[in-house]
Nanobody, 121 residues
């Protein structure tokens, strides 16, 4: 079955960096656009970034633009999210997803369980 497994989350201070990974299996990774979403406690899930099947056209949510970079390695079936200049508002569970090139949840067919990112002030 399809599995998306996130890793790389943790506790970091304001201004710090983290790199998230999402390992995919059970699907032809290069056939799917890949996205990152996040959900903070008590808030709706928020779009973070999306990348096309071939790695082109990265698109970011306004709150992370200029700080986060999405990338993928189709040879390794892995998606990445480099997060720099982290702020307390970035604290959330981060989920990767596979589907169409979209900034809304409905565009994605498969989801990972998520990895916690906590930014201390």
């Amino acid at each position: 079955q399809v599995q998306l497994v996130e890793s790389g989350g943790g506790l970091v201070q304001t201004g710090g960096s983290l790199r998230l990974s999402c390992a995919a299996s059970g699907l032809t990774f290069s056939n799917y656009a890949m996205g990152w979403f996040r959900q903070a406690p008590g808030k709706e899930r928020e779009f973070v970034a999306v990348i096309s099947r071939t790695g082109g056209g990265p698109y970011y949510g306004d709150s992370v633009k200029g700080r986060f970079t999405i990338s993928r390695d189709n040879a390794k079936n892995t998606l990445y999210l480099q997060m720099n200049s982290l702020k307390p508002d970035d604290t959330a569970v981060y989920h990767c997803a596979a589907g169409s090139y979209s900034h809304v949840e409905e565009g994605y067919a498969y989801w990972g369980q998520g990895t916690q990112v906590t930014v201390s002030s």
